[in-house]
């Protein structure tokens, strides 16, 4: 018997007959949700391969290597309540940690606290790069609920919808646009003026189709006025949910979209690298979840024209809703989107 | 799991050659096959010997472009390397810009 996990973390022992239908399901549910093409009878049997291997830990083969960014790389540290400061963090990720790309981050991960102490962080940015030799990227969440009543400005669309006031919450949300759009070029103008080779827009639309059009704005003016900036955009989720249903970015209605659709308006918007995002489902099968995940991010991968960098973390990408995730899950979904995905990164 | 990662499939940052991989990804949008085959190309060595630490770390002591033991003796390190790195894939690096305008070398 295979031993393998559920998307919860828990593990379970299924037959390789029971792992590979578990695969294939899992592709199924990703070429009808979101109209691509399934994975080959190769690289699915390659996958059953992944999974049943009987190591706790599972690599790509040597040439196979692919790059890594970070989501708020620095507060993986400073959540293991390790008090060190940020340029040293970094320091400790490129010598010790072996990462490709570095990415400072303030412990309240949103732009809209940052733009407060953007000074602050400019210090942080102009230390780091003095003394650090890998690119080096600004993280934060573009967040739009905070900018909603009561900690924002705007009436809040989540207590209006409920209401029936669907005006008032559309009107509502691009209200916020305006504030998050402003916030999010206020402050990655400072960190790059301040020496950061780019920003990283992480878990972009989490609060629907008004958020991800407020980060593809920003990345757009972004570009203009920094034509060699890095701009990675990472999603919160593989579908954007119509919060607001109408709003669209270059004639594209943003509600509903899938990941391979996602990145061709990162590509318009001037973004450098794109992050898809594929939820993991804790109620089913590890082998399920890297089914359905590496199905999506590979169909996301040909349709694109820039690099794609998977979310691979806790609850995206296959790996379980746990967190602590586990390696046994970690390197197999890591080997899985290098191998069969084709990813540029992770 | 950043650790997880590395190991089952990063490249390996300024152990190799992943840094100068990322550099052609963030600052050209070049996929990865042709990010490797640019910077092999520039470091004349072959696209497999980038992920190779024995190797890189010979090329980038060379080359004086940093390794994980950047603060021992003569190496280069930090916006140095940067420098350095920024001529051999004859890229803009935006910290490097900063540097010269600031001492107005530029």
Request: aromatic share 8%; charged share 20%.
């Amino acid at each position: 018997m295979i031993v393998t996990r559920m998307g919860d973390g828990s593990f379970i022992k299924m037959s390789e007959e029971e792992v590979k239908a578990d695969i294939e399901a899992g592709v199924e549910d990703a070429v009808k949700r979101g109209k691509i093409e399934p994975l080959t009878a190769a690289e699915i049997d390659y996958l059953v391969d992944i999974c049943c291997r009987p190591q706790k830990f599972v690599s790509v083969q040597q040439g196979n290597e692919l790059i890594l960014t970070y989501d708020s790389g620095t507060l993986k540290i400073t959540r293991l309540g390790i008090p060190i400061g940020m340029p040293q963090i970094m320091q400790i990720y490129e010598r010790a940690f072996a990462a490709d790309t570095l990415e400072l981050a303030y412990v309240h991960y949103s732009f809209k606290p940052i733009k407060m102490i953007v000074p602050e962080e400019q210090y942080a940015v102009a230390e780091t790069s003095l003394v650090t030799t890998a690119p080096l990227f600004y993280g934060a969440m573009p967040n739009l609920p905070l900018y909603t009543q009561p900690d924002g400005p705007c009436p809040n669309a989540a207590e209006l919808l409920p209401a029936g006031k669907i005006a008032e919450a559309r009107a509502a949300q691009e209200e916020a646009v305006e504030y998050a759009v402003k916030d999010m070029v206020f402050v990655g103008s400072g960190v790059y003026e301040a020496g950061a080779d780019g920003i990283d827009f992480d878990t972009t639309a989490a609060a629907g189709d008004a958020e991800f059009q407020a980060t593809l704005l920003a990345c757009e003016q972004l570009r203009a006025k920094y034509p060699d900036m890095a701009i990675e955009i990472g999603m919160a989720g593989e579908f954007v949910l119509g919060f607001h249903g109408q709003l669209e970015y270059d004639g594209v209605r943003l509600a509903g979209l899938y990941p391979h659709q996602q990145v061709k308006l990162a590509e318009k918007a001037g973004a450098s690298i794109f992050g898809a995002v594929v939820n993991t489902n804790s109620s089913r099968t590890f082998p399920w979840n890297l089914g359905r995940a590496v199905t999506f991010c590979k169909a996301c991968v040909e349709a694109a024209k820039i690099p794609v960098h998977a979310n691979v973390g806790m609850g995206v990408g296959a790996v379980p809703l746990v967190m602590t995730p586990p390696i046994d899950c970690v390197s197999r979904a890591s080997t899985a989107m290098a191998e069969v995905g084709k990813l540029d990164g992770l | 799991m950043a650790l997880t990662h590395m190991h089952a499939s990063g490249m390996g940052g300024i152990r190799t050659a992943g840094d100068l991989v990322a550099r052609m990804q963030m600052s050209k949008k070049m996929r990865l096959n042709e990010a490797k085959a640019y910077v092999a190309g520039k470091l004349k060595i072959s696209v497999a010997d980038l992920s190779d630490e024995v190797i890189m770390n010979e090329v980038r002591q060379d080359l004086d472009i940093a390794t994980v033991y950047g603060g021992m003796g003569e190496q280069s390190r930090g916006i140095e390397a940067k420098f350095r790195i920024a001529k051999l894939l004859d890229l803009e690096i935006n910290s490097v810009s900063r540097f010269l305008r600031k001492t107005e070398w530029r």
